[in-house]
C-alpha cells in the first residue's frame, strides 16, 4: 500500500473541485494519458470516467468508478488498467490552517498484484503518487489564484 501526504495552499473544496473535474485527471495523475469521456454525474458513487494511461506507444484504455465521494472531504476510486492494474484509490483531504493537507492511499487489488506487492512496488507508486500529488497541487493552487513560476 502506498500512503504519501502533502500539504495545498488551497480550501478543502477547492482541492475537491480538481478531484471532481474529470478532464483534469490528464493533467495531473501521472500516467494517465487522456481522458476519453466521462459521466457528468463524476463523482457520485457508481459514475465513472473512461482514460487511457501508459508510457510511450504502450497504452490501455480502461476507466475509473467513484466508490465514494463526500465533497470537499473524501473521495475513493477503483482505477483500472487492465490487464495490469487494478486499485483502490482515496484522497482525503483535511483542512490545514489556510490550506489542504491531501492524503492519497493506493492499494493493489486483485492477482497478481496481491500477491507480487513488496516493499519495492510500494517504493515506487509511492514515488509516481507524490509526482501526482505535486501536479494536483500546482493545479489547484493556479485554480486558487496563487500564480506559480
Known amino acids: 500500500m502506498s500512503k504519501v501526504t502533502i500539504t495545498i495552499n488551497a480550501k478543502p473544496d477547492t482541492v475537491y473541485a480538481v478531484l471532481a473535474d474529470p478532464a483534469s485527471y490528464a493533467l495531473w495523475v501521472v500516467g494517465n494519458k ?11 458513487p457508481g459514475s ?3 482514460h487511457e494511461v501508459g508510457l510511450g506507444f504502450l497504452t490501455v484504455k480502461d476507466k475509473t468508478v467513484a466508490l465514494e465521494s463526500d465533497p470537499g472531504r473524501r473521495l475513493v476510486m477503483l482505477v483500472r488498467a487492465l490487464p495490469f492494474l487494478r486499485a483502490r484509490v482515496s ?22 498484484w496481491e500477491k507480487l506487492w513488496n516493499p519495492m512496488l510500494d517504493a515506487l507508486t509511492s ?23
Open 48 to 50: 465513472e470516467f473512461h
Open 34 to 44: 487522456r481522458i476519453r469521456g466521462y459521466d457528468r454525474a463524476w463523482p457520485a
Open 127 to 149: 514515488l509516481r503518487n507524490a509526482e501526482t500529488l505535486r501536479r494536483l497541487r500546482l493545479l489547484a493552487e493556479v485554480r486558487s489564484g496563487i500564480v506559480h513560476r
Open 91 to 112: 484522497y482525503l483531504l483535511e483542512p490545514d490552517g489556510a490550506g489542504t493537507r491531501i492524503t492519497m492511499e493506493e492499494v493493489p487489488m486483485g492477482r497478481p
